[in-house]
C-alpha cells in the first residue's frame, strides 16, 4: 500500500472515530508542497478523495496543469489569502473558497461569477487566534460587513473557516474551534436560517480536536504525503 493511501485511511478512520457526525465531514486534501507531484495526486484521486486545496493561485494553476487531462473530475478548493485581482483567473472553475476575509473580495467574487454565470460557494475566514500574522476577518469588521456581503447574489455563504492559534495549548486551540461552532450557530440563527451548514477547521496537527468541536471540512496537507 502507498504511503498515501496507509495516512488517507487513517484519517479517514479518524473521522468517524472522533466527529459526532462523520457523513458530514468533508477531507480536503491540501496539495500546496512542492513535494506533491501527480503520483500523490493521482494516489488521492483513486482513493475518492477528490477535493484539493491550495492556498497560491499560480500554485493552483501549476498543478491543474499538471493534472490537465482530469482536472475536471477535482474539486479545486481556494484555502488561501486571495488576492482581488487573482479572483478572475479561478473564478471559472474554483468549486469552493475558503478564504473571504473583506467586503471588497466578496464584492469582486460576486462581480466576476455574475460575469461567467456562476454562483461560487464561499466561506467566510474567521481571525479568532489574535495574532496578526493570520490572515481572516476581525470578528467586529465582520459583523460590521455582514449586511453588505449578504447582499451579494452570486455568491453562496456555505459556513466560516478557521485556522487555529500556533500554539501547543490543546485547550487554546479547542476554544477557537468552539468558539466558531458558536459564532456560526448564532448566525445562522439572526440571519442564515439554518443555511450555514460548514465549518472548515482543523489541519494535520488539530483535526482531531477540530473533529470533536464539529468540523465538516479538515484540510489536511503534511500528514498525508509523510
Ligand atoms: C497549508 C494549509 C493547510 C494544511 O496544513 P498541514 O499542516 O500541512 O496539514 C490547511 N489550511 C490552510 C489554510 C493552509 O494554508
Redesign the pocket.
Known amino acids: 500500500m502507498g504511503i498515501v493511501t496507509k495516512n488517507v485511511n487513517e484519517v479517514l478512520e479518524d473521522i468517524k472515530k472522533y466527529s459526532k457526525n462523520p457523513e458530514k465531514v468533508k477531507l480536503v486534501a ?1 496539495t ?2 512542492p513535494n506533491v507531484g501527480r503520483p500523490e495526486l493521482e494516489e488521492l484521486m483513486e482513493n475518492g478523495i477528490l477535493n484539493f ?1 491550495e ?1 497560491r493561485v499560480q500554485v493552483l494553476e501549476a498543478k491543474r496543469e499538471l493534472m490537465d487531462d482530469v482536472k475536471d473530475k477535482i474539486h479545486w478548493n481556494f ?2 489569502n486571495l488576492q482581488k485581482n487573482k479572483v478572475k483567473y479561478i473564478i471559472d472553475y474554483v468549486c469552493m473558497i ?2 473571504v476575509n473583506k467586503l471588497s473580495l466578496a464584492q469582486e467574487i460576486d462581480k466576476r461569477a455574475a460575469a461567467c454565470g456562476r454562483k461560487i460557494d464561499v466561506l467566510i475566514e474567521i481571525n479568532l487566534s489574535g495574532e496578526d500574522s493570520k490572515e481572516g476577518y476581525d470578528l467586529d469588521e465582520f459583523y460590521k460587513e455582514l449586511p453588505e456581503i449578504m447582499k451579494l447574489e452570486n455568491i453562496n455563504i456555505k459556513g466560516l473557516m478557521t ?1 487555529a492559534p500556533n500554539v501547543t495549548d490543546e485547550d487554546k486551540i479547542r476554544a477557537s474551534f468552539r468558539k466558531l461552532r458558536e459564532i456560526k450557530d448564532e448566525l445562522n440563527e439572526k440571519y442564515f436560517n439554518g443555511q450555514l451548514t460548514e465549518l472548515s477547521m482543523g ?3 488539530d483535526y482531531k480536536i477540530a473533529l470533536e468541536e464539529g468540523s465538516t471540512i479538515i ?5 498525508l504525503y509523510n
Open positions: 491540501v500546496k508542497y486545496g492556498n484555502i488561501g475558503h478564504s485556522m489541519m494535520s496537527h484540510r489536511i496537507g503534511t500528514k
